[in-house]
């Protein structure tokens, strides 16, 4: 089954600075990559969907990227603010159907 | 966006009791989706609910343990029985448009 790796560590970083997120996966090669945000208490919110045959995609201040040779995706939040703080998750459709299997998730700190 | 809201919003239950919980959305959706994200832990799928039909359930969750309800495309219910302090989790439902997977706030449960 496919296995993903989100850092454990949380990631504290100043504000004003980018902040990278790292999500590796094993095993198969997802159609689609996704990225989500989860604030405490709450369910996690959809951010960016990034398919098998683009190398990056970007939305107002974040940048995801797709290295399937890697296997492995990037999640870049520019020009930080202390609102980014929450907890980033990675998810990626199983192998036969449509569900998601999500990684443990990186929290991210940005200090002011 | 759809509205997804979850009741009750946290309970505190006393083991070999049941818990439901109910998930609504305000427009039709085809699945529903029911996870359980332990502390400190990536989100689980544990089954997956569509209209008039039986829940399918994955690998390590079984009907008679969390029984799912899908009485229209609006509702559904997920039912934790005979709880032991293992269940102590945040049940979360969850449905999809197209790729994007929206989620409700989740239901924390303690069980003592």
């Known amino acids: 089954s496919q296995k993903i790796e989100q850092n454990s560590e949380a990631l504290n970083i100043q504000e004003g600075k980018t902040a990278t997120l790292t999500c590796n996966y094993t095993n198969y090669s997802p159609a689609y990559l996704q990225w989500y945000r989860q604030d405490p208490g709450r369910g996690p919110v959809f951010l960016l969907l990034?398919?098998?045959?683009?190398k990056e995609k970007r939305k107002e201040r974040l940048k995801v990227t797709f290295d399937t040779t890697l296997k492995q995706s990037l999640f870049h939040i520019t020009a930080s603010q202390p609102a980014d703080s929450a907890t980033y998750l990675c998810a990626l459709p199983m192998e036969y159907g449509n569900k998601l299997v999500f990684g443990a998730g990186t929290i991210l700190r940005v200090k002011s | 966006s759809a509205v997804i809201s979850q009741k009750p919003s946290r309970d505190i239950c006393q083991r070999g009791t049941s818990l439901t919980i109910q998930c609504q959305v305000d427009s039709q959706v085809t699945m529903m989706f029911w996870y359980r994200q332990q502390p400190g832990q990536s989100l689980t799928l544990i089954a997956t609910?569509?209209?008039?039909?039986?829940?399918?359930?994955e690998s390590g969750f079984v009907i008679d343990k969390f029984p799912i309800s899908r009485p229209n495309l609006t509702f559904s219910t997920l039912t934790v029985s005979n709880m032991s302090p293992e269940d102590s989790s945040i049940y979360l439902c969850s449905f999809r448009v197209v790729d994007e997977q929206y989620f409700g706030p989740g239901t924390r449960l303690t069980v003592t």
């Open positions: 990034i398919r098998e045959n683009e």
């Open positions: 609910a569509n209209q008039g039909s039986e829940a399918t359930y």
